[in-house]
C-alpha cells in the first residue's frame, strides 16, 4: 500500500516537472539518485553480502532492463505518443499480465479467491476512469504499444525477481538494478543532459524534482523489492489498483474535486478484490495433538 502511495504522487509532482525537465532528463535523475542513495545505503549490506556469481549479476542486470529501463522509458515514450487516459487504462493490466506470467512460470498457483478478486478490483479501477476518453485511433497505436510492452516489462520484473529475492537481501538488490539500470538511461538520456540548464528550472520546479526522487522513486522502488521478497509478484501487482485511488483522493485535496457516488462504489469493488486477491485463506486450526480438525 505504502508503493502504491508513493508511485501515486508521481502525477503530482510529474505535472509540475515536466513543464520544466525533459522526460528523459527526469528519468536520468531518477536513475542516478536511486543508483547513489540506494547504493550509500545498501553498502554495510553489500559488505555481508557473499560475492555475486556471474549468473547473478546477469539476471540483476536483466531484472533492472524490465524493472528499471523498461518499466521507466516505456511508459514516458508511450505516454508522449498516447493520452493519459489510454495508458491508465492499460496500467491497469499490469495485474492480469502478472497473474498470468506468475502460473505461466510456476512462481504463484493462482487460487480461487485471486482469479476472482483481480477481475474485481480491475472492475472498480475501470469504473473510476473515463473510457469515453480512449483514443485507439492509429494516431496514438504506437504510443499504447509501447504502453503495453511497459506493463509486460514490469510484471516480468515483479515475476522474475522473486527467485533472487529468496537468496539475497532486498535492499542490495535494489542497489544492484539501479547500478544497472543508471547506464543505458543515461545513455538514452545524454542528447538532453548535454541541451540541459539546470539555472532555467525554477525553485518549484527543482521541489517536484526532488519531491520525485524521494516518493516514486528512492521510497517506492526500495518498499517494492522489500514487499517482494516477502510476498508473491501477483499479491504485489493486484496492489496497483490503489493507484486510481490514490489520484481520486489527491484530486479531492489539492484541486477541490468532490468525490461522485462512482468513486465510492469503485473504492468498495477494489477493496473487495485487494481483500479477496492478497489475504490467505483461514488455515485449519489445530485440535492441540497435532492434526487439523476436519
Not at 113 to 137: F, I
Not at 160 to 187: C, E, K, N, Q
Not at 242 to 247: G, H, I, R, T, Y
Request: net charge positive.
Amino acid at each position: 500500500m505504502a508503493v502504491q502511495l508513493c508511485f501515486g504522487a508521481f502525477p503530482v509532482f510529474g505535472k509540475i516537472a515536466l513543464a520544466e525537465v525533459s522526460p528523459f532528463v527526469l528519468a536520468a535523475f531518477r536513475a542516478v539518485a536511486g543508483a547513489l542513495v540506494i547504493g550509500l545505503l545498501a553498502r554495510p549490506r553489500l559488505r555481508r553480502e557473499s560475492a555475486l556469481s556471474a549468473r547473478e549479476h546477469a539476471e540483476l542486470f536483466g531484472l533492472a532492463l524490465l524493472g528499471i529501463v523498461g518499466n521507466q522509458v516505456l511508459f514516458i515514450s508511450g505516454l508522449h505518443r498516447s493520452t493519459a487516459t489510454n495508458a491508465a487504462l492499460i496500467s491497469a493490466m499490469i495485474p492480469v499480465f502478472t497473474l498470468a506470467l506468475a502460473a505461466l512460470f510456476r512462481v504463484d498457483t493462482p487460487s480461487l479467491r485471486r482469479l476472482v478478486g483481480v477481475p474485481l478490483a480491475l472492475s472498480g479501477a475501470l469504473l473510476l476512469m473515463n473510457l469515453g476518453q480512449v483514443d485507439l485511433s492509429s494516431r496514438t497505436a504506437l504510443g499504447d504499444a509501447m504502453l503495453v510492452l511497459n506493463c509486460l516489462s514490469y510484471a516480468a520484473f515483479l515475476v522474475g525477481s522473486r527467485r533472487i529475492l529468496r537468496r539475497r537481501d532486498a535492499l542490495a538488490v535494489t542497489a544492484w538494478l539501479f547500478r544497472y539500470g543508471a547506464v543505458p538511461i543515461l545513455a538514452l538520456a545524454l542528447p538532453g543532459l548535454l541541451r540541459f540548464q539546470p539555472a532555467e528550472v525554477s525553485a518549484t520546479g527543482w521541489a517536484a524534482v526532488a519531491g520525485i526522487l524521494v516518493f516514486p522513486t528512492l521510497a517506492a522502488y526500495s518498499l517494492n523489492i522489500w514487499a517482494l521478497a516477502r510476498t508473491g509478484p501477483s499479491t504485489a501487482a493486484v496492489y496497483v489498483y490503489l493507484q486510481p485511488l490514490v489520484a481520486a483522493a489527491l484530486a479531492w485535496a489539492v484541486l477541490g474535486e468532490r468525490p461522485v457516488p462512482r468513486t465510492v462504489l469503485a473504492a468498495l469493488l477494489i477493496f473487495a478484490g485487494l481483500a479477496l486477491a492478497t489475504f490467505p485463506a483461514r488455515r485449519p486450526q489445530s485440535n492441540g495433538a497435532g492434526r487439523p480438525n476436519r
